[in-house]
């Protein structure tokens, strides 16, 4: 199946307005970013694992830093502010790091997948190795947590064109590499069914702070920024934001007060639906999956 077929164009205004629980405006879902990257990891023919040579003991760093230090912080701020949170996860953290597991699930956390290792792509894989790759995060997470992924973005990005029809074999339910909408998106598969998730590169900190582009002040800015917009929207026709962060990047001591500011802010807001990525994408396939037309059929059609 080529990409043209994968879903139809659908241009947002002749679209009929989703209805959210509690008919509110915006559904925004808070996905932390937890990465291991190895320290010597295998080559790719079709991409460096890291800028560069190996190790790059700055990139590996920041990333220790983040199961370390900062996601703890995270783990303080959501606790207090009562965040439903999703973790785009490597596997391997679970199994380098079982109290980070521990941790999450005694919150009750959702996943997304980020596959095993963020050193590892799906560029280059056959159908085999990707499927395989697939079943192993289903299989560690389950182990570590007792739940199953909600979603899949690939690791560091990466994805091929069967990924699709392998994650709707598999069970998931959202695929979130594609940024194209602010919207849930019917994706067309081989079997099965599987929507996209908004996710973002711009409200994104690995982006925006991990090179440091901006300032943790501008990014809080942007945060509130999208909100503004897609609430205002959302008056006539409701839609999904994620707030995509990385710990390393986002709860450095220097940061985190800017993120609980912009989080706060949205909160304090009447119509937000502040949920897991699972609970939108469950939402969706009972409320609306199959029944929104676009140019006179189905998106799924």
């Known amino acids: 199946m080529s990409d043209l077929d994968r879903y139809d164009y659908s241009a947002i205004v002749d679209r009929p307005p989703l209805v959210m629980p509690g008919k509110a405006r915006i559904a925004v879902f808070v996905v932390p970013n937890v990465e291991y990257l190895e320290w010597l990891p295998p080559p790719n ?59 999450m699930a005694k919150r009750d956390w959702d996943y997304q997948s980020h596959g095993i290792y963020n050193t590892r792509f799906a560029f280059g894989m056959d159908e085999a190795m990707e499927r395989e790759m697939i079943e192993t995060v289903i299989d560690i997470v389950r182990k570590a947590t007792g739940k199953t992924i909600s979603g899949w973005l ?25 940024f194209h909408d602010d919207e849930p998106t019917e994706v067309r598969v081989n079997s099965g069914r599987l929507i996209t998730l908004p996710y973002s590169f711009e409200v994104n900190s690995g982006v925006a702070l991990g090179g440091q582009a901006q300032t943790a002040e501008a990014f809080g800015r942007f945060i509130m920024d999208q909100f503004d917009m897609l609430y205002e929207e959302g008056a006539t026709a409701p839609k999904v934001m994620a707030v995509c ?10 940061r985190i007060k800017y993120l609980r500011r912009a989080l706060e802010y949205i909160l ?23 029944k929104r037309l676009t140019a006179g059929k189905p998106f799924a059609a």
Do not use: C
């Open 45 to 103: 023919p079709l991409r460096n694992p890291y800028p560069g040579g190996a190790p790059n003991l700055p990139a590996f760093q920041a990333r220790d830093y983040g199961n370390r230090v900062a996601l703890w912080r995270l783990f303080d701020l959501f606790d207090d502010l009562g965040i439903k949170t999703t973790a785009s996860v490597n596997a391997a953290v679970f199994e380098h790091f079982p109290i980070i597991a521990e941790e």
């Open 154 to 178: 690939g690791p560091a990005l990466t994805t091929t064109a069967r990924t699709p029809d392998l994650l709707a074999d598999a069970g998931v339910k959202y695929w979130a590499d594609m």
């Open 245 to 254: 962060l990385h710990p390393f990047a986002v709860a450095a001591p220097s």
């Open 268 to 290: 304090g807001h009447s119509g937000v639906w502040q949920a897991t990525a699972g609970e939108i994408a469950d939402w969706y396939y009972a409320s609306h999956f199959g």
